[in-house]
């Protein structure tokens, strides 16, 4: 076997279990990747990691997804790139379908609700894990420190995420500027503008509208939902209220990214093609933006000025990650029960590093029984 081949394979069976079991939400994922590449691979340093997970902030598009295109890149280049990005997608689109089929043959989604209970209770602690061993490397400084506090603070009052980011990798960049005496200069990433979706809808608008909205879309599944309803709901008719809230919940009760919600969306409108085609659509400015910023972070690490930006961005990113995992505590530990769980997850993962993926199947046997 090449030495090519047995990274790819290695690739693909990672990224093909997390997609069957990262639940959770874009923080989760990408604290069930740091779990993986970090602590029990030895892929990445956590410092590799951070550049990788700031970089992926600055960019548009489902964040846990672009992560695993990042991983798949430094691990075995332009194949990895594509093997990590659609073994992550893969399981996620096909049991979206599934729900998709079963919602159109028999009119309701399955009730989940109990096991889900049980997994975010588990999920919460492994975030709380990476946090914490993310947050040793990225907040070395008082001045990170600083920007972490501020960050979490405009994330709590509303700020928009891309404006905290930005600001927070600017502030420490002009200052190492202004040190050495060089003028400060911004560059900032433009998305990918496309057509508007057509009125009728055919494969090649489907695509279209899909792809558009993973150029433009910054922020988390509630922003998503906003897209969707924009083009599909208000503006094509495509689809109803009903139906496009029925699709973010599928996107929501499936492991891996909430952009699978397309998947959904392209079923109810076209059948198999247009699942096919919608989820091609969200997913392709990934990879793009992706194989365009990655070779750029080796660089930006390498300058001063840039690499004083990527600090300040990856301090930034830990925060908003917190925030988002104070917001989800507060939604899924809402019983003893589920307050147990996630102390004893807590426990295994620190005393035993007990393998993620056994402490989510057993969330949801316990979710289940209670």
Request: hydrophobic fraction near 60%; charged fraction near 10%; aromatic fraction near 8%.
């Amino acid at each position: 076997m090449s030495g090519r081949t047995q990274p790819l394979g290695e690739l693909a069976r990672l990224f093909l279990r997390l997609g069957l079991t990262a639940f959770g939400g874009p923080a989760a994922h990408v604290a069930l990747m740091e779990d993986e590449v970090v602590r029990r691979r030895g892929w990445l340093t956590r410092e590799e990691f951070l550049d990788l997970l700031g970089a992926t902030n600055l960019i548009p598009g489902p964040n846990s997804t672009e992560m695993a295109i990042h991983i798949g890149r430094h691990r075995a280049g332009w194949p990895g790139l594509l093997v990590a990005g659609a073994c992550f997608i893969l399981p996620a689109a096909l049991a979206t379908a599934g729900l998709a089929w079963g919602y159109v043959r028999f009119g309701a989604l399955p009730r989940v609700g109990h096991v889900l209970a049980g997994v975010k209770a588990v999920i919460i602690a492994v975030v709380l894990q990476a946090l914490w061993a993310l947050g040793r490397s990225a907040i070395r400084t008082p001045i990170a420190g600083a920007i972490a506090a501020l960050a979490a603070a405009a994330a709590l009052l509303g700020v928009h995420e891309l404006a905290i980011l930005l600001v927070a990798g600017a502030l420490p960049a002009a200052h190492r500027l202004a040190r050495s005496g060089t003028p400060a200069a911004a560059v900032l990433p433009l998305p990918l503008a496309l057509a508007a979706p057509a009125a009728t809808p055919g494969l090649v608008a489907l695509f279209l509208t899909f792809a558009k909205i993973g150029s433009v879309l910054f922020g988390s599944g509630y922003v998503l939902l906003a897209f969707l309803r924009a083009d599909l709901v208000e503006r094509t008719h495509w689809l109803t209220e009903q139906q496009l809230l029925d699709a973010v919940a599928a996107g929501q009760i499936t492991p891996g990214p909430l952009f699978s919600t397309a998947t959904f969306v392209g079923y109810l409108i076209a059948g198999g093609p247009g699942a096919a085609v919608a989820t091609a659509g969200i997913f392709a400015p990934a990879f793009l933006f992706v194989a365009v910023s990655g070779p750029l972070i080796p660089w930006m690490r390498r300058s001063p000025a840039a690499g004083a930006f990527l600090d300040g961005v990856n301090a930034a990113s830990l925060a908003l990650m917190a925030v988002v995992t104070w917001q989800l505590g507060q939604a899924a530990l809402i019983s003893v029960p589920t307050v147990a769980l996630a102390l004893v997850s807590a426990v295994l993962l620190a005393r035993w590093k007990v393998n993620t993926v056994w402490l989510v199947l057993g969330g949801a046997v316990v979710g289940w029984f209670l």
